[in-house]
Every structure is written in C-alpha cells, then in structure tokens.
C-alpha cells in the first residue's frame, strides 16, 4: 500500500465531478487500500478519491470507536435521508479550517464494496455525516460550500 499526497483547497481536482467506476478490479481495490493507508496517515475520518487527484467514485471511511471499522465504498449514492444534524466539520484537503455544517442525520447508501458487489447499508450520525461530505467531494463539493458558521483550528 501506498501513501498518497493529500490535495488542498484550490487544487481544481477537488471542484471536478469523478466518474463512475465500471467494475472494480485489482486497480480500484489498491486505490481503495491507498485511500485508507493515506486516511489513516492524515488522522481524517473519511477520504474520496478526487483528495487524492484521482477523479474516480470512491471513498473510505472509519469513524473509529463506536463505529463499523473500514468502509470503502465505489459509486456510493444515498438512496434516502431523514433528519437533521448541525455539527462541525473539517477536511484533510482544508487543514486548520472547521465549520458547522448541516446534514441529514440518517441516509441509506447505495454502493459496491470492495469486491464489486452491491450492497446498502443505513448510517447515522457521525457516520452520515462523513459519507455525506466524501460524496460531496466525489460531486465537487468542500465543506465549506455548506458551512453555516465558520471555526478556528482544528485541535
């Protein structure tokens, strides 16, 4: 696995739209594996692929304790959300820069999984609200296009 370099705001890879992922083969599943070992590297929470320069629908995340561990996911699309949660994000790609951010506090997400197979899964709270704001990134969203009050630096 490899460890990649994180894009920060202003790159125009992160304002882009990745494309869909016809089938996942052993290319996509080390992307996957690289996205986690450059998380994991970066202390974040969740990683889409655009982060990393690579316009392709993927992302992974792991909210850690308290959560189910590694997702990854390609072409993951929420298929229903209920609720509201405002709370603060933040972003590998914007270091130092946190916000409140409102987003739905449960969805239903549809995607394939690591080996290629369909799968949806329901998510809440911190985990709904990470894999709202990766799938932002996928469509060329940052955080701070929904930002409702501005923070300081991330502790």
Do not use: W
């Amino acid at each position: 696995m490899a460890i990649k370099i994180v894009r920060k705001e202003g790159d125009p890879v992160l304002r882009q739209v990745a494309k869909p992922v016809p089938e996942v083969t052993s290319n996509i599943q080390k992307l996957l594996n690289d996205m986690a070992d450059t998380m994991y590297e970066n202390q974040g929470i969740g990683l889409a692929a655009n982060q990393i320069g690579i316009l392709k629908r993927c992302i992974v995340a792991d909210i850690g304790e308290g959560g189910p561990g590694l997702i990854k996911l390609v072409n993951p699309e929420i298929v229903h959300s209920e609720g509201e949660q405002l709370g603060p994000e933040g972003c590998l790609s914007i270091p130092g820069v946190t916000g409140d951010v409102l987003r739905a506090m449960r969805v239903t997400v549809k995607a394939l999984d690591q080996d290629g197979k369909e799968m949806e899964f329901k998510a809440e709270g911190l985990l709904a609200r990470c894999i709202l704001h990766e799938i932002d990134h996928l469509n060329g969203v940052l955080f701070t296009d929904h930002v409702r009050r501005m923070g300081g630096p991330r502790r």
